[in-house]
């Protein structure tokens, strides 16, 4: 898999140079490396469905656009480009020398040996005439073929689930059908809904889009770098989520995911499903015992291989593997969970004499592999069995019962304070000092029980049996006050119901209590029928519901004890627009994200005009913050926020503040500026100057422009709500400029004017505050 991902890299690199004009590369005499614009000029002309890939192959300095700053995202790419990408990126071997198999081919040419490469290679193919046809501009179905064979060489894709034909199947070319359907079923390339357009000419923006697709095929190893709301930055690229991972990737685990090692599958820049996880990043020591560790906590998201923890002082809560978790011996001291769910192996390879909690756990298999290391299952832990492999401490809370725990070889000194059903012991010279009742304990051949349990005259009433080799002797306890046995009578907890139930629903899906039968009703008739597996997971199908029905979950145990309910009321698909989204903080010059508010989960575009320059998800509380670079002040940005239906809010307008003086008329009307007839006479003119922070001890100069002469009689600086007239002195260069020196605000300065007589000379005369060289201008305009 690294394999292939270097080699798709490698593509990626050269696929921006290659798609340069010919003229250009060979003008400059190798192929150029180009400049990555801030953004492209061209950037509207980019599909909706393109924008993610570009702005990924952008952002990795893999397609960069043209010398004029331009992407070209239509235009088309010619055979001749397409066999110099694929040919680097399989690392084919190139003969600079040799001679030309197609007909109208150079030896000489350019493109030559790499057009030799492909073809030899099987991957690109002559024609009936023999010819490659180098200039030809490439159709779809063509990069099909050519790159499904491609991702064939660079790594065994797999068998794939078969994608719906596309109703034009009938104009693919024989030849090119069973390329088609393999880049649909590999995602790698899509149609638009009912259509897949063979013939079409296949253009930049598509072959980013798919590059991107290749590059998120299968699995892909990774580092997490940053992670905000919805979003997370993986070897450069900016992904979004899932909805299914927005507890796993939330902004509150950002630290405890910075570092980590990742393997991944995405498709269309959403990262659908995470195979592994590594956990690096490592908390501290503190006073209390777990306080300072590194948090995780998955929401309830599914890992679907496996988890390692890779650091010292680790949390992990709230999460489902369906593989393995190591926690590794890198983890030298805390480690705590609550809530997590471990299919595979557990391996404790790592911890120390104070404690590797498991706090409502279900894990599978464990294995012990730290010497001198606590092992605490606590809560409603449930354990399928555990190993130990090296001297130990095996406590658990009153609740919680192992039902196998085997002692290695090497588990010499084992303290066990733990319900245990049935004890193996490996090692027959192994001290045990055992605290709460086993049902079972096997020793080796010509063990016996009081040579290894170290206060066995003490605990041989919690033994119920003792086996040696195969022959089993149950120990005689002493008589036990009877007891009436009780029934089971407490209900298990009300099951979960993952995500909202449809109109089209026919499955609903949770967890619950282990084994409990689960029955979904809408009023008294059961809809749905089914059990939670052992590891408390159910999917149970139902019959479709009308909107604005309400449906009743519940869990019954072996007792026959029923928990409470979990009400859904069902719902029609979407087709609402979010409302447009909020700023809650002010966007200056020099900030480096927009902070807001959105539907919960909704996918919020930021615009410059046509073009998106930044996106992220809300959370699931409605936050966002996207990350930016830093724009020039009164830039207008539109905000939008699209909802998992795909529908759109409208925009929001936010204009772009300088950082430390912001500029703002306030005047009855909101108006931006003035206008006034010639020789007319104007009344109350009020611009104010407001700030961010606190101005200390700066220089405020006002030019009034020459619209009007202002004088002490009417005009007023005005401090919060205080009007205080100004001294003669501060007016200069005849009523035209106004200086207020070494002065301190915390928020505005308004300028007030009275009635003023408006020149008789047209034209636009602007009043301009200027702060510490910082300056800004509301026009007044003498018509």
């Known amino acids: 898999m690294e394999k292939r991902v270097k080699k798709l890299v490698v593509a990626s690199l050269l696929l921006s140079q290659t798609l340069l004009p010919m003229s250009v590369i060979h003008a400059a005499g190798s192929e150029p490396k180009g400049s990555l614009p801030v953004h492209y000029s061209d950037f509207g002309a980019v599909s909706s469905w393109g924008r993610d890939a570009v702005n990924a192959m952008q952002s990795l300095g893999i397609m960069t656009g043209d010398q004029a700053g331009r992407f070209r995202p239509t235009q088309a790419i010619t055979r001749e480009e397409l066999a110099s990408v694929l040919a680097k990126t399989l690392?084919?071997?190139?003969?600079?020398?040799?001679?030309?198999?197609?007909?109208?081919?150079?030896?000489?040419?350019?493109?030559?040996?790499?057009?030799?490469?492909?073809?030899?290679?099987?991957?690109?193919?002559?024609?009936?005439?023999?010819?490659?046809?180098?200039?030809?501009?490439?159709?779809?179905?063509?990069?099909?073929?050519?790159?499904?064979?491609?991702?064939?060489?660079?790594?065994?894709?797999?068998?794939?689930a078969g994608s719906q034909a596309p109703e034009d199947q009938a104009a693919i070319s024989p030849w090119a059908k069973d390329g088609v359907h393999r880049a649909?079923?590999?995602?790698?390339?899509?149609?638009?809904?009912?259509?897949?357009?063979?013939?079409?000419?296949?253009?930049?923006q598509e072959v980013a889009v798919l590059l991107l697709n290749a590059l998120n095929s299968g699995y892909i190893e990774g580092t997490i770098g940053e992670v905000t709301y919805g979003q997370v930055v993986i070897g450069g690229i900016a992904y979004r989520v899932d909805v299914s991972l927005t507890g796993l990737f939330a902004r509150t685990n950002a630290a405890s995911l910075k570092g980590a090692g990742i393997r991944y599958a995405a498709e269309d820049n959403v990262i659908r499903s995470v195979a592994s996880l590594e956990l690096n990043a490592a908390g501290v020591v503190s006073d209390a015992e777990f306080e300072g560790n590194q948090v995780l906590d998955g929401s309830g998201s599914v890992i679907n291989g496996s988890l390692t923890v890779n650091a010292d002082f680790v949390t992990v809560r709230n999460l489902k593997v369906r593989g393995e978790l190591l926690i590794s011996a890198n983890l030298q001291h805390d480690f705590y969970s609550d809530g997590l769910n471990v299919e595979?192996?557990?391996?404790?390879?790592?911890?120390?004499?104070?404690?590797?909690?498991?706090?409502?756990?279900?894990?599978?298999?464990?294995?012990v592999n730290k010497q001198d290391v606590r092992v605490e299952p606590k809560g409603k832990s449930v354990i399928g069995e555990m190993t130990v492999n090296t001297s130990a401490?095996?406590?658990?809370?009153?609740?919680?019962?192992?039902?196998?725990?085997?002692?290695?070889?090497?588990a010499k000194n084992v303290q066990i304070d733990a319900a245990v059903g049935t004890l193996e012991v490996l090692n027959s010279t192994a001290k045990l000092d055992v605290k709460k009742p086993i049902e079972k304990i096997v020793l080796p051949e010509g063990?016996?029980?009081?040579?290894?349990?170290?206060?066995?005259?003490?605990?041989?009433?919690l033994v119920k049996d003792v086996q040696v080799g195969t022959t089993s002797t149950p120990i005689t306890p002493k008589p036990p006050t009877p007891?009436?046995?009780?029934?089971?009578?407490?209900?298990?907890?009300?099951?979960?119901?993952?995500?909202?139930?449809?109109?089209?629903?026919?499955?609903?899906?949770?967890?619950?209590?282990?084994?409990?039968?689960?029955?979904?009703?809408?009023?008294?008739?059961?809809?749905?029928?089914?059990?939670?597996?052992s590891n408390g997971s159910?999917?149970?199908?139902?019959?479709?519901?009308?909107?604005?029905?309400?449906i009743r979950v519940t869990a019954t145990d072996a007792s026959g004890n029923v928990s409470a309910a979990t009400s859904r009321t069902v719902i029609a698909r979407d087709t609402e627009a979010p409302e447009a989204p909020s700023v809650t903080d002010t966007v200056n010059s020099d900030s480096t994200s927009i902070v807001g508010c959105a539907e919960p989960l909704s996918y919020v575009k930021v615009l410059d005009g046509a073009e998106m320059i930044a996106s992220g998800n809300a959370d699931a509380q409605g936050n966002f913050a996207i990350v930016i670079s830093p724009l020039p002040a009164d830039k207008s940005l539109s905000l939008t926020a699209?909802?998992?239906?795909?529908?759109?809010?409208?925009?929001?307008?936010?204009?772009?503040?300088?950082?430390?003086?912001?500029?703002?008329?306030?005047?009855?009307?909101?108006?931006?500026?003035?206008?006034?007839?010639?020789?007319?006479?104007?009344?109350?003119?009020?611009?104010?100057?407001?700030?961010?922070?606190?101005?200390?001890?700066?220089?405020?100069?006002?030019?009034?422009?020459?619209?009007?002469?202002?004088?002490?009689?009417?005009?007023?600086?005005?401090?919060?709500?205080?009007?205080?007239?100004?001294?003669?002195?501060?007016?200069?260069?005849?009523?035209?400029?106004?200086?207020?020196s070494n002065v301190s605000f915390e928020n505005w300065l308004w300028v007030i004017f009275g009635q003023k007589t408006i020149t008789s000379v047209k034209g636009t005369y602007p009043i301009t505050f200027t702060v510490n060289g910082v300056s800004s201008s509301i026009p007044v305009i003498v018509q």
Request: net charge negative; aromatic share 6%.
């Open 344 to 367: 595979g192996e557990t391996s404790v390879n790592g911890g120390d004499s104070n404690t590797v909690v498991f706090n409502n756990a279900i894990l599978g298999a464990v294995n």
């Open 642 to 740: 699209e909802d998992a239906a795909g529908n759109v809010s409208a925009a929001t307008t936010v204009v772009v503040q300088s950082r430390n003086t912001l500029f703002r008329l306030l005047d009855a009307d909101s108006k931006t500026q003035y206008v006034f007839d010639a020789g007319s006479t104007a009344t109350l003119i009020r611009p104010y100057l407001s700030t961010t922070v606190p101005m200390q001890n700066v220089t405020v100069t006002v030019d009034l422009g020459g619209a009007f002469v202002a004088s002490t009689s009417d005009l007023y600086q005005t401090w919060g709500s205080a009007q205080i007239p100004l001294d003669a002195s501060m007016i200069s260069n005849n009523g035209r400029t106004i200086t207020f």
């Open 393 to 410: 401490t095996i406590t658990a809370d009153a609740g919680v019962t192992i039902p196998k725990l085997t002692l290695s070889e090497g």
């Open 184 to 204: 649909l079923d590999l995602k790698l390339m899509r149609g638009d809904g009912t259509l897949f357009r063979p013939q079409a000419l296949a253009t930049r």
């Open 91 to 160: 690392e084919l071997p190139l003969n600079a020398d040799g001679g030309s198999a197609a007909a109208d081919v150079q030896s000489a040419d350019w493109s030559n040996p790499a057009i030799e490469a492909v073809v030899s290679a099987g991957i690109m193919d002559l024609d009936a005439t023999g010819c490659f046809r180098p200039k030809d501009r490439l159709t779809r179905e063509e990069l099909a073929v050519y790159v499904s064979r491609a991702v064939d060489v660079i790594a065994d894709a797999g068998s794939t």
């Open 483 to 533: 007891a009436t046995p009780k029934a089971d009578t407490t209900p298990p907890s009300a099951p979960s119901v993952t995500g909202a139930v449809y109109e089209d629903t026919e499955s609903i899906a949770g967890t619950a209590e282990a084994g409990t039968s689960i029955v979904v009703r809408v009023g008294d008739q059961v809809v749905g029928h089914g059990y939670a597996a």
């Open 447 to 461: 063990a016996k029980a009081s040579d290894l349990l170290m206060n066995f005259d003490q605990i041989k009433d």
């Open 538 to 550: 159910y999917t149970v199908s139902i019959q479709k519901q009308t909107a604005g029905t309400a």
